[in-house]
């Protein structure tokens, strides 16, 4: 498993943000999250984009950005970092919606890895 390896988080998302609510986000990085927190989220909120990878016999997402609560204006972008399929997570928002992100990192907690930010 690769460590402290940064991902730039490309301008085509922030732009995504700033251009669905008219400001510029407030932007959470996660600890390392399983491939199963990607599923939940994905399964459960509506995928804005997408980047799949699809290797004959199952599609693996390699990034994406989840609108996750347009009411609190909060999206989730996430992108792969290895080929275990461990992703890292930003969690953009305004700073009126601290709360709400609070309480998504805390249901996410059961899919961290022992990875440190």
Do not use: Q
Not at 62 to 80: A, E, H, R
């Amino acid at each position: 498993m690769e460590e402290n390896k940064d991902i730039e988080i490309p301008k085509h998302i922030i732009d995504t943000y700033v251009k669905t609510h008219g400001l510029y986000p407030c932007i959470t990085k996660t600890r390392n999250v399983i491939s199963d927190a990607i599923e939940l989220l994905t399964k459960k909120n509506k995928v804005v984009w997408f980047y799949d990878i699809n290797n004959g016999e199952r599609t693996i997402p390699k990034d994406g950005l989840i609108d996750y609560n347009s009411t609190y204006k909060i999206l989730v972008y996430f992108s792969m970092i290895d080929k275990e399929r461990t992703y890292k997570l930003f969690i953009f928002s305004t700073t009126e919606n601290k709360l709400n992100v609070d309480l998504l990192l805390k249901g996410l907690n059961k899919f961290y890895t022992i990875d440190m930010i």
